[in-house]
């Protein structure tokens, strides 16, 4: 998830509520969470920082492998703070979703998406679906659902 001064106690609290509810489906084990941090706020750096090790530590025995990268150098921005992620780390990963700092799919939507990414690695692009018959308790019914629409 890449972000930049953004409110972290929204951001953090997001990404654990997706971090659970993944985990509650017993994959947990398959996923692993990034903070990409672009922040240039020296307060809202600390705050993030500060929250990350406090998720960490509630998420502790869970079985989650989480980590917060801080980039002191916010070259090309988002875009940027992405392919600085895949240059240094990209290599241990088949695949990847990229979250905004507003994103809030449900677990199973993010595990629907790492299925069809298995199911079809040549595929390049991965996108929810649209469909207001599949709205959440936790998003506008625009923004989530649990199938995903596969563009090439």
């Not at 941090?37 to 989650?64: K, W, Y």
């Not at 939507?109 to 308790?137: C, Q, V, W």
Request: proline share 6%; glycine share 6%.
């Amino acid at each position: 998830m890449p972000i930049y001064n953004e409110a972290p106690v929204r951001v953090f609290a997001a990404l654990e509520a997706m971090i659970e509810e993944v985990g509650s489906s017993g994959l947990g084990h398959a996923f692993e969470w990034f903070f990409l941090s672009d922040t240039t706020d020296p307060e809202i750096f600390v705050a993030e920082e500060q929250a990350f090790l406090a998720m960490r530590e509630r998420l502790l025995g869970q079985g989650c492998r989480l980590f917060y990268r801080h980039r002191p150098k916010n070259l090309n921005r988002k875009s940027g703070n992405i392919e600085e992620f895949v240059t240094r780390w990209g290599g241990r990963y088949a695949h990847m979703v990229v979250l905004d700092a507003d994103s809030l799919m449900t677990g199973h939507t993010i595990i629907a998406l790492a299925a069809a990414m298995e199911a079809d690695p040549t595929r390049a692009l991965f996108k929810p679906s649209r469909l207001s018959s599949t709205a959440t308790p936790y998003s506008p019914a625009s923004s989530n659902s649990p199938h995903a629409s596969m563009g090439r």
